[in-house]
């Protein structure tokens, strides 16, 4: 065990001796504690307002704890379960180790831990900077932060167990392969799960759970929004941050039983793991067809033509593209991952804007660039995933195309055609489904609606050209392709473009004559792009790498 | 008329040569065997032939019109199996094959008579409805071997053609392609370690050694310029190479 962490460690730090791959680094750990020094100010902002809030200050508190803790919980869970099926069942390092006279207990302990490094990023991303926020806007001594950094390591542990025991059963009982119908079923339950979650979040008589109605308490109850999050292992952690923020009693028993849960989930993952693990590994290296032993008397094969749909060379790379994706079982769970998002946020937007007072119409514009930047933002992370390394992942099969008649050009076009129509359908419907909650006029929703839209032309044809300049053709893992420096760089002008359309977007609702910005917007969208097609499709004409 | 034409072609990756100032003609109805040790620039040739690779200098002619001019025409007139059959891993075999041949523009109806009688050719029949990632190495690869010949090509470019194939597939592979080059008239450039089976097929044997080709000639041409008589492939490989 040690020997083989040791190993990987090693294997690590050699990597960051390379210059490139340490910049990477350098630059990945600055964007991301940005974000989590943002997120810290963010929070202590807030919650030094709530806290002079005298009748809803507690319990709203309460409300965010408990809202942001179990969205890290579901977060943490569902990205650890795409990653996981590559850790534990087929990773080459494995592989290797597997034919090492190595217990496969003791393998499966490496992959454990390896698997709740790799899956600690929301938590400590998302839920940590919250946590300090909320003491150092209490002005809480160390008490506080050992308990509650305490409390997030044991949410930690707590969260990758139901993800680890969640892959185990998985792959103990789906033998399926990714049908038509595991897709559709995985779709609708990522847009059922983000609507359930919503209906957690904001329910439809939000100020009844803060007993708005009876202004002759002196303080909102907090009685029911404990017991709506009671069902969640992040209740007991958000009420264990709570009680140290406030000094209320309860906190040993409140660690003790977060400390319990997290010792028994982990100790229930080792057993199953213990028990299974050598035998799912063994059958994950079968594959899917024809090599499973249970395929070996099938006579009959579904056979579907190739192309359906499409004709010529477009159209037989473009079904080629969507065969691929929708045969991989983790592009598959990405999709609905973010299908998962885009639904949470919908169904959120909706619910707070059907409550929310009047109050909030006079900050339409503010919430209206901020929709824009949530929709953008959305954009170009399902962008990053599967645009721009819609050309790398032709990956070392490169060949095949590069040695047909195939220009470069034609080649771009297809995967544009594949990926500019998705992503503005996306925008498309995200700008009719969200716009109705905003109090904004006709030409202000138009406006809104075809910066939606250009954004999303402009993502996708800059980041599948990005993609195309110097692809990564030996890298094949697409999750891995953005954070390589063009991919950071793609990640950065992206982000910068959004920003740029959020704030014409506010300006324009707050009525500002905005024109020459919105023409610098339109033909930058155009330009960029174009001047990035040429050079790739320059650069397609050969493989040199 | 040549129908392959390389001219003083020159290959660098930074301050390494890969091939040096490299001149080669086949004819049609060929079997040209490249052979020489690794990293003595066989594959590179290969690739700048197929046009993945751009010569730093010189010129390379597929019948009659050069690669980096008219790389459209000259890549419809090829057929290509590389050394490393990496193919499209969640596509079926069968799948892969009708990809290829929408890409050269055959139509469905001729398509899909030629697949149903290219893939008797190894029996492959059972598996070609299966992912190709669950494939061997040497199922990909004849594959990949009957892809390149759906677009009926006049010059095959085979990298390592026999690596990973059993007897019975090595065999028909090597009819396969005696058959394109006396029959159909096509030319086959083959770049291989498989010494017997360059001897077997190869109407002429170039050996390649630092990117320089060294010799070239049949093999009775070979065994005089050696001047060992009745000398095997192998052993003259040892004379030229060492």
Redesign the interface.
């Given at each position: 065990m040690k020997t083989l962490f040791g190993a990987q460690l090693k294997l690590f730090f050699r990597l960051l001796k390379e210059p490139a791959t340490a910049i990477v680094a350098v630059i990945f750990f600055f964007v991301l504690s940005l974000v989590m020094v943002g997120e810290f100010f963010g929070f202590r902002e807030g919650f030094e307002f709530l806290f002079t809030q005298e009748y809803f200050g507690r319990a709203v508190s309460l409300y965010i704890l408990e809202a942001f803790l179990l969205l890290a919980f579901i977060l943490t869970v569902v990205s650890s379960v795409i990653t996981a099926s590559g850790i534990f069942f087929h990773a080459p390092d494995l592989r290797f180790a597997f034919t090492l006279p190595i217990r496969a207990a003791t393998l499966f302990k490496w992959r454990l831990l390896l698997f709740f490094l790799v899956s600690s990023w929301p938590i400590t991303v998302i839920a940590a900077p919250g946590i300090i926020a909320l003491g150092s806007a209490r002005d809480a001594g160390i008490s506080f932060y050992f308990i509650t950094l305490s409390g997030l390591i044991f949410f930690l542990f707590t969260a990758c167990s139901t993800a680890a025991l969640i892959t185990l059963f998985i792959a103990r009982l789906a033998r399926i392969r990714t049908s038509s119908f595991v897709v559709v079923g995985l779709m609708l339950f990522a847009v059922l799960g983000g609507w359930g979650l919503s209906q957690v979040i904001v329910p439809r008589d939000i100020f009844k759970s803060f007993d708005a109605v009876d202004l002759s308490k002196t303080e909102a109850p907090i009685e029911r929004i404990e017991t709506a999050f009671l069902p969640f292992p992040s209740h007991p952690v958000a009420k264990l941050a709570f009680n140290a923020a406030e000094n209320e009693p309860g906190i040993p028993l409140l660690l003790g039983l977060v400390g319990l849960t997290a010792a028994g989930l982990f100790t229930i993952v080792l057993i199953f793991g213990k028990e299974w693990f050598a035998k799912l590994f063994l059958k994950a290296q079968e594959?899917?067809?024809?090599?499973r032993s249970e395929d070996v008397n099938r006579k009959y094969?579904k056979?579907?033509?190739?192309?359906l749909f499409l004709?010529?060379?477009g159209?037989?790379?473009i079904e080629?593209d969507i065969?691929?994706i929708l045969?991989?079982r983790r592009d598959v769970a990405s999709l609905s991952f973010f299908l998962l998002l885009g639904s949470l946020y919908i169904f959120l937007l909706s619910g707070a804007a059907q409550q929310a007072s009047d109050g909030y119409k006079d900050r339409a514009p503010l919430l209206l660039a901020l929709n824009f930047g949530g929709i953008g933002y959305f954009l170009a992370t399902v962008s990053l995933r599967f645009l721009f390394p819609l050309i790398g992942r032709e990956?070392?099969?490169a060949?095949?195309?590069?040695?047909?008649?195939?220009?470069p050009a034609a080649l771009i076009l297809s995967k544009i055609t594949f990926g500019a129509p998705a992503l503005t359908a996306i925008a498309a419907i995200s700008a009719v489904a969200t716009l109705p909650f905003f109090e904004v006029t006709h030409s202000g929703q138009l406006h809104f609606f075809i910066f939606s839209t250009l954004s999303a032309l402009f993502l996708s044809l800059f980041q599948t050209a990005m993609g195309g300049v110097s692809p990564e053709l030996r890298r094949r893992d697409p999750e891995r392709m953005s954070t390589t420096p063009q991919g950071l760089v793609t990640t950065f002008i992206s982000l910068v473009y959004i920003a740029t359309g959020s704030f014409i977007v506010y300006a324009t609702a707050s009525g500002k004559n905005v024109f020459p910005y919105d023409m610098f917007y339109i033909i930058f969208s155009l330009i960029l792009p174009l001047l990035i097609l040429r050079i790739a499709a320059r650069k397609l004409?050969?493989?040199?790498s | 008329m040549n129908i392959v034409e390389l001219k003083n072609v020159t290959k660098k990756f930074g301050p390494l040569v890969a091939v040096d100032n490299l001149s080669l003609r086949i004819q049609p109805g060929t079997i040209f065997g490249l052979i020489g040790p690794n990293g003595a620039g066989k594959t590179t040739t290969m690739k700048m032939l197929?046009?993945?690779?751009?010569p730093t200098k010189g010129s390379i002619y597929i019948d009659g019109r050069a690669v980096d001019e008219e790389?459209?025409?000259t890549?419809?007139r090829?057929g290509?199996i590389?050394d490393?059959p990496?193919?499209?891993?969640?596509?079926?075999g069968?799948?892969y094959l009708?990809?290829?041949a929408?890409?050269?523009?055959i139509p469905k109806k001729e398509r899909d008579e030629r697949i149903a009688t290219i893939s008797q050719l190894y029996p492959i029949a059972p598996?070609l409805?299966?992912?190709m990632?669950?494939y061997s190495r040497g199922n990909k690869q004849k594959v990949v071997i009957l892809a390149a010949f759906l677009h009926t090509p006049k010059v095959l470019l085979v990298d390592e053609p026999v690596v990973g194939l059993d007897p019975e597939s090595i065999a028909v592979t090597k009819k396969l392609f005696r058959n394109f080059a006396k029959n159909d008239g096509g030319a086959v450039l083959i770049s291989t370690h498989t010494l017997p089976v360059a001897q077997d097929i190869c109407d002429r044997i170039g050996i390649i050694k630092e990117g320089k080709l060294v010799v070239e000639g049949t093999i009775e041409e070979l065994q005089q310029i050696a001047n060992e008589k009745n000398a095997s492939l192998e052993d003259l490989y040892l004379h030229f190479v060492s």
């Amino acid at each position: 065990m040690k020997t083989l962490f040791g190993a990987q460690l090693k294997l690590f730090f050699r990597l960051l001796k390379e210059p490139a791959t340490a910049i990477v680094a350098v630059i990945f750990f600055f964007v991301l504690s940005l974000v989590m020094v943002g997120e810290f100010f963010g929070f202590r902002e807030g919650f030094e307002f709530l806290f002079t809030q005298e009748y809803f200050g507690r319990a709203v508190s309460l409300y965010i704890l408990e809202a942001f803790l179990l969205l890290a919980f579901i977060l943490t869970v569902v990205s650890s379960v795409i990653t996981a099926s590559g850790i534990f069942f087929h990773a080459p390092d494995l592989r290797f180790a597997f034919t090492l006279p190595i217990r496969a207990a003791t393998l499966f302990k490496w992959r454990l831990l390896l698997f709740f490094l790799v899956s600690s990023w929301p938590i400590t991303v998302i839920a940590a900077p919250g946590i300090i926020a909320l003491g150092s806007a209490r002005d809480a001594g160390i008490s506080f932060y050992f308990i509650t950094l305490s409390g997030l390591i044991f949410f930690l542990f707590t969260a990758c167990s139901t993800a680890a025991l969640i892959t185990l059963f998985i792959a103990r009982l789906a033998r399926i392969r990714t049908s038509s119908f595991v897709v559709v079923g995985l779709m609708l339950f990522a847009v059922l799960g983000g609507w359930g979650l919503s209906q957690v979040i904001v329910p439809r008589d939000i100020f009844k759970s803060f007993d708005a109605v009876d202004l002759s308490k002196t303080e909102a109850p907090i009685e029911r929004i404990e017991t709506a999050f009671l069902p969640f292992p992040s209740h007991p952690v958000a009420k264990l941050a709570f009680n140290a923020a406030e000094n209320e009693p309860g906190i040993p028993l409140l660690l003790g039983l977060v400390g319990l849960t997290a010792a028994g989930l982990f100790t229930i993952v080792l057993i199953f793991g213990k028990e299974w693990f050598a035998k799912l590994f063994l059958k994950a290296q079968e594959g899917d067809f024809i090599a499973r032993s249970e395929d070996v008397n099938r006579k009959y094969t579904k056979r579907i033509p190739f192309p359906l749909f499409l004709r010529g060379v477009g159209g037989a790379i473009i079904e080629k593209d969507i065969r691929s994706i929708l045969r991989n079982r983790r592009d598959v769970a990405s999709l609905s991952f973010f299908l998962l998002l885009g639904s949470l946020y919908i169904f959120l937007l909706s619910g707070a804007a059907q409550q929310a007072s009047d109050g909030y119409k006079d900050r339409a514009p503010l919430l209206l660039a901020l929709n824009f930047g949530g929709i953008g933002y959305f954009l170009a992370t399902v962008s990053l995933r599967f645009l721009f390394p819609l050309i790398g992942r032709e990956g070392q099969s490169a060949w095949i195309l590069s040695s047909m008649p195939v220009r470069p050009a034609a080649l771009i076009l297809s995967k544009i055609t594949f990926g500019a129509p998705a992503l503005t359908a996306i925008a498309a419907i995200s700008a009719v489904a969200t716009l109705p909650f905003f109090e904004v006029t006709h030409s202000g929703q138009l406006h809104f609606f075809i910066f939606s839209t250009l954004s999303a032309l402009f993502l996708s044809l800059f980041q599948t050209a990005m993609g195309g300049v110097s692809p990564e053709l030996r890298r094949r893992d697409p999750e891995r392709m953005s954070t390589t420096p063009q991919g950071l760089v793609t990640t950065f002008i992206s982000l910068v473009y959004i920003a740029t359309g959020s704030f014409i977007v506010y300006a324009t609702a707050s009525g500002k004559n905005v024109f020459p910005y919105d023409m610098f917007y339109i033909i930058f969208s155009l330009i960029l792009p174009l001047l990035i097609l040429r050079i790739a499709a320059r650069k397609l004409t050969y493989i040199e790498s | 008329m040549n129908i392959v034409e390389l001219k003083n072609v020159t290959k660098k990756f930074g301050p390494l040569v890969a091939v040096d100032n490299l001149s080669l003609r086949i004819q049609p109805g060929t079997i040209f065997g490249l052979i020489g040790p690794n990293g003595a620039g066989k594959t590179t040739t290969m690739k700048m032939l197929v046009g993945l690779l751009r010569p730093t200098k010189g010129s390379i002619y597929i019948d009659g019109r050069a690669v980096d001019e008219e790389p459209l025409f000259t890549k419809s007139r090829l057929g290509y199996i590389p050394d490393d059959p990496f193919v499209y891993e969640r596509m079926t075999g069968r799948e892969y094959l009708s990809f290829v041949a929408e890409v050269f523009g055959i139509p469905k109806k001729e398509r899909d008579e030629r697949i149903a009688t290219i893939s008797q050719l190894y029996p492959i029949a059972p598996i070609l409805d299966g992912y190709m990632d669950n494939y061997s190495r040497g199922n990909k690869q004849k594959v990949v071997i009957l892809a390149a010949f759906l677009h009926t090509p006049k010059v095959l470019l085979v990298d390592e053609p026999v690596v990973g194939l059993d007897p019975e597939s090595i065999a028909v592979t090597k009819k396969l392609f005696r058959n394109f080059a006396k029959n159909d008239g096509g030319a086959v450039l083959i770049s291989t370690h498989t010494l017997p089976v360059a001897q077997d097929i190869c109407d002429r044997i170039g050996i390649i050694k630092e990117g320089k080709l060294v010799v070239e000639g049949t093999i009775e041409e070979l065994q005089q310029i050696a001047n060992e008589k009745n000398a095997s492939l192998e052993d003259l490989y040892l004379h030229f190479v060492s």
